[in-house]
């Protein structure tokens, strides 16, 4: 099947910003799990597995459209703190819903309401936990300090807040 043009250069652009991200959170990650808070390795190793999903979904769209993906990430500013790291996570994710919600309405355009339908899914997970959640670890620095939040974050299991 033939794609849009326009939609076509659209879902290649997402695919280089879901490649970007996979690759932020996949450095965030690593740092992490070096300065020992696993929690926070956990849930951010986790991040890179479902950014590397959206990727997926968004190159198999492509080649079904009869698309040439391009597989070079966008550049990525990771951040080198814990906090300098949940904060350029946050930007990411801004920047992706922005791109995503620019898409959803070209797909309605262009009437591709099964490319849609995907953006859908994937803004959903962008908002409600992707973002949302570094919003909350942010917050709770703010609340209980950076010293107290790193301490929590070094248990066993993944960060739930």
Known sequence: MEGHPEVIECLKELLRGELAARDQYFLHSRRYEDLGLKALYERIHHEM????????????????LGADPDMRPHPITPGKTVVEML???????????????????LCEEKQDYVSRDMLLAQLRDTEEDHAHWLEQQLRLIRMIGLENYQLSRLGDGPARD
């Open 87 to 105: 904060e350029a996570d946050l930007r990411v994710e801004y920047e992706v819903r922005a791109n995503l919600a620019a898409a959803i309405r």
């Open 49 to 64: 597995e479902e950014e590397t999903a959206h990727a997926d979904a968004i190159l198999r769209r492509l080649l079904f």
